[in-house]
């Protein structure tokens, strides 16, 4: 009998000011968690730091080294903007303090590379990703961005060969 590497596991992470999406997938692209992380106090400051201690709660669990995250976009609102960058920055951080290693992805370069478009719509990676995983329930457009974040990640991690897995499922 082989002795086979049991399966690596990394989290996709799209960030945000009111819901962060965080899903974990294994090296098979099998996603075995989805964490919607949500903050309605009025407050950006304060929203921040609930998602952030929320996150740090996740991060605590020893399952995944890695974790693949989207990188803060420019938004029209320069506060939102700079939020998203401060929880980025947070983020980070508590990945450092975890060992946790950090892959970080523009939005379009993880459409592209997962979904095959670059521009997609938020309704058709909703819909990639309802047809990819049937047996997830996205109950937020935030956590079906995560799962391809995730996939992104274990394609990234494959190519490098920094993860064992079968080829990653297509989506037909």
Known sequence: MMN????????GVDLGT????????????????LWLLESNLKNEENRINEIATQIKIILQ????DYACVELPIYIQNFRTSLSLGGLYGVFRWLCGERHI???AVSNRTWKKEVCGFGDIKKE?????SK????????????????????????????EKNLING???????
């Open 131 to 158: 047809q990819r995983w049937p047996e997830c329930d996205f109950k937020s457009q935030d956590l079906a961005d995560a799962a391809c974040i995730a996939e992104y990640g274990i394609q990234f991690l494959k």
């Open 124 to 128: 058709e990676i909703l819909n990639y």
């Open 101 to 103: 290693k950090v892959i």
């Open 61 to 64: 669990k020893p399952v995944f």
């Open 166 to 172: 079968s080829n990653a499922k297509k989506a037909s």
């Open 18 to 33: 009111r819901k962060t999406g965080i899903v974990l997938i294994d090296s098979n692209s099998d996603i075995k968690t």
């Open 4 to 11: 086979e590497k049991k399966p690596e596991y990394i989290i």
